[in-house]
């Protein structure tokens, strides 16, 4: 997707997540000078295949993949240091360069030993159904002002001022929610420094790096975690993570100006997925959903947790289109759907009569929307070796069509099976 004229590429997720981004960042990864998370932290987990071999990343962005490429983690991301360095452990043993081309920014905040006990205790984070750890926590510290930041490890004192304020806040928050832990300031700083040491020297100011390397008119990919149904202000709230996910959150996560973006590419699956609570108005909750998860592997990267499964939503899609500005679409995982004798996609909404077709901010109505939907037949045949579009299967290219339609974004890649060499680039 890069070109003379884009020279800065975000791919975001344009469901509720898990859409397959890892695997387009690792292949467009290859034409890009820096890859950059700028948001969410070790809850996100993207799953990459090179060959037979899987590699999982949950804070490194997939761009370390790809010798060469240097990779960025964003000031809007919220740092876990202990299972960044288990990460950075994996990969050098997989024999990934990873010194010298891994920086995290000195603005990113970092998620404390404290964030995930409060996170594990709070009813409020079971019942929007959080990962537990520690990122919400981290996020409400940052906000309210009492956050930590890798750059100050480089200040002891200053580091101690921060860490009395929130290991006591997180335990007015334990207290609260009954829990018997305890948050401690000596384990806490004996924690930072072991920390320190290793952090430190990746630390850089990736605001300042980045927006040099777009001055140079190097190759920018931007890589979202999560959806854009889950981002805290266009998703569906509460049942939201706690960062801007969408285009926009790039710019102020990276520290790269707005107008320095070029391009946006949304990835979908061929199908719809949600992990945890939350409206989902196209879910199957039958025997269909059950297959569909079975065959589409539809566990949680991080957590295994089994992910909710249902049609195609055109609402969501167009919703994502116009959040994001998106340039242009990826849908992944149209494999799952080879077997299936017939295929729907949503195309709007009824509520009390009446036909929403854009997709409403107030989750009453989304719990009350009955799901209308286009009927088409499926291809039962494999897609798993279809390489250009012209190896599609005909109903294939009909319900893709349809769905570029619905999305009113134009589709650039199809991606029909887990390896890197299993996409279709449609404009190739
Ligand atoms: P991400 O967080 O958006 O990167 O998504 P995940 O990594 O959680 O989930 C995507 C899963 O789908 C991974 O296990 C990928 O290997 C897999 N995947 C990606 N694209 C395809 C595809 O086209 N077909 C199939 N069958 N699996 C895919």
């Known amino acids: 997707m890069f070109d003379s004229s884009v020279r800065t590429l975000v791919v975001v997720g344009a469901q509720w997540g898990d859409e397959g981004k890892g695997k387009l960042v690792d292949v467009l990864a290859e034409q890009a000078d820096w890859v950059v998370r700028y948001q969410g932290g070790a809850n996100a987990g993207h799953t990459v ?200 959150g790039a710019a102020t996560g990276a520290g790269v100006p707005p107008t320095a973006l070029h391009a946006a590419l949304g990835v979908v699956k061929a199908y719809t997925t949600r992990v945890g609570n939350g409206p989902m108005p196209t879910e199957l909750g039958d025997a269909l959903g059950e297959e569909i998860r079975r065959i589409g592997n539809e566990f949680g990267a991080t957590t295994g947790r089994p992910r909710r499964c249902g049609w195609f939503d055109g609402v969501v899609a167009r919703y994502a289109a116009r959040v994001n500005g998106l340039t242009a679409l990826a849908v992944t995982k149209l494999d799952v759907l080879d077997t299936l004798p017939e295929l729907k996609l949503c195309t709007g909404y009824l509520v009390d009569g009446e036909l929403l077709r854009e997709f409403p901010g107030d989750l009453d109505l989304l719990e009350r929307a009955v799901p209308q939907y286009d009927v088409l037949p499926g291809w039962r045949r494999s897609t798993a070796d279809a390489r250009r579009w012209d190896d599609l299967p005909g109903e294939a290219k009909r319900y893709l069509y349809r769905l570029e339609e619905l999305s009113g974004t134009p589709i650039r890649y199809v991606s029909v099976g887990t390896r890197r060499d299993q996409i279709i680039d449609v404009k190739a």
Request: net charge neutral.
């Open 49 to 248: 295949y090179v060959g037979e071999q899987k590699t999982v990343l949950h804070q490194v962005p997939s761009g370390i993949l790809h010798p060469g490429v240097r990779c960025a983690i964003g000031n809007g991301v919220v740092l876990d240091p202990a299972q960044l360095f288990v990460e950075i452990e994996k990969l050098v043993a997989q024999g990934v360069d990873v010194v010298g081309r891994l920086y995290v920014s000195d603005r990113a905040h970092l998620v404390m030993p404290y964030h995930k006990q409060v996170d594990g205790a709070s009813s409020a984070s079971k019942a929007i159904g959080t990962t537990g750890r520690g990122i919400g926590p981290c996020y409400v510290d940052k906000v309210a002002r009492r956050g930590v930041r890798v750059l100050d490890l480089r200040n002891p004192a200053r580091l101690r001022t921060l860490v009395e304020a929130g290991v006591g806040h997180a335990n007015e928050q334990l207290v609260a929610s009954g829990s018997a832990l305890r948050a401690s300031v000596d384990e806490t700083m004996a924690f930072l420094s072991d920390v320190a040491p290793r952090l430190l020297p990746l630390a850089e100011d990736v605001g300042l790096a980045l927006s040099n390397a777009v001055k140079a008119r190097a190759a920018l990919l931007l890589e979202g975690a999560q959806g854009s149904l889950l981002d805290v202000d266009h998703g569906t709230y509460p049942f939201v993570t706690s960062s801007n996910t969408t285009v926009g």
